[in-house]
C-alpha cells in the first residue's frame, strides 16, 4: 500500500529536549515536505527537499532542522524545542515527473512542548 | 507577501445541495493550484488541481473553477453528502518559489442532514 509513515504519532516533551519525528514513504517520491498546522493558519511550510541532499527553507524553517540522507526518509529534528512548537505536524511526498503535484500526507504528529 | 485565502471559513449546506468553497490567492506567478479535504484526525487527502492554462477541471461530483483576472479559485462540490463534511484547503504552488507550496486557512463544510 502506498503510504507515507509518521513517527512517533503523539509527543510531549520538554522545552530543550532534542527530537526527531521519522517521516518515510514508499512510493519512491523525489518530493518530501514538512508543514506544521495550527488553529485557524492552515498549514504552513517548514522545510522541503527535492531530492537526495537536496533541502530547502519553507515559510516557518526556524528552529527545525531537517536532512535528505535516504530518497524514502525526511526526518524532522528539533534541536531544542520551545512552547511554540507545540503543533501538529505533517510529513507529505510527491513526484515531481508528472503532470501532478498531488501530496500525499502522512497521519500527523500531534507534539506538545512544555 | 504571497498568501492563499479563503472569504468563508464555515459553510453549511443541506444533504443534497451544491456547495461552493471559494478561495482568493494573491500570487500572479503561481502556476498550479489544488484543493485538498481533510476530515477529523487525518492528513489532507487530494481532491483535484488546475493548471494555470485551464480554467476549469471536472472530477467525480467536483468541479474546479479558475479565475485569473480576480486571482480566484473555487471548488464546487455536486449533491453534497454527509462524507463531505471536512475542512477544505486551496493551495498554491509558485513556479518562481521553487517548490513551495502555500495553503490558505481552510473552510470547514458543514452538511446537515
Known amino acids: 500500500e502506498a503510504q507515507v509513515t509518521q513517527n512517533p504519532r503523539y509527543l510531549i516533551t520538554v522545552t530543550g529536549k532534542k527530537l526527531t519525528v521519522t517521516c518515510s514513504q514508499n512510493?519512491?517520491?523525489?518530493?518530501m515536505s514538512w508543514y506544521r498546522q495550527d488553529p485557524g493558519l492552515g498549514l504552513r511550510q517548514i522545510y522541503y527537499?527535492?531530492?537526495?541532499?537536496?533541502?530547502d527553507k519553507g515559510d516557518v524553517p526556524e528552529g527545525y532542522k531537517v536532512s535528505r540522507k535516504e530518497k524514502r526518509n525526511f526526518p524532522l529534528i528539533l534541536e531544542s524545542p520551545s512552547p511554540n512548537q507545540t503543533s501538529l505536524y505533517f510529513c507529505?511526498?510527491?513526484?515531481?515527473?508528472?503532470?501532478?503535484?498531488?501530496?500525499?500526507f502522512g497521519p500527523g504528529t500531534r507534539l506538545t512542548v512544555t | 507577501g504571497e498568501s492563499v485565502g479563503l472569504h468563508l471559513p464555515t459553510l453549511s449546506v443541506q444533504e443534497g445541495d451544491n456547495s461552493i468553497i471559494n478561495c482568493a490567492y494573491s500570487?500572479?506567478?503561481?502556476?498550479?493550484f489544488i484543493w485538498y479535504k481533510q476530515e477529523s484526525g487525518k492528513g489532507p487527502q487530494f481532491i483535484i488541481d488546475?493548471?494555470?492554462?485551464?480554467d476549469k477541471r471536472q472530477g467525480q461530483r467536483v468541479t474546479v473553477l479558475l479565475n485569473k483576472t480576480v486571482k480566484h479559485l473555487s471548488l464546487q462540490i455536486a449533491a453534497t453528502q454527509p462524507g463531505d463534511s471536512a475542512v477544505y484547503f486551496c493551495?498554491?504552488?509558485?513556479?518562481?518559489?521553487?517548490?513551495?507550496?502555500?495553503f490558505g486557512a481552510g473552510t470547514r463544510l458543514f452538511v446537515k442532514a
Open positions: 507529505a511526498s510527491s513526484s515531481t515527473g508528472g503532470l501532478s503535484y498531488e501530496q500525499y
Open positions: 493551495a498554491e504552488k509558485s513556479n518562481t518559489g521553487g517548490f513551495k507550496t502555500i
Open positions: 527537499s527535492m531530492n537526495v541532499e537536496v533541502t
Open positions: 512510493m519512491n517520491h523525489e518530493y
Open positions: 488546475i493548471r494555470s492554462n485551464m
Open positions: 500570487n500572479s506567478a503561481s502556476d498550479y
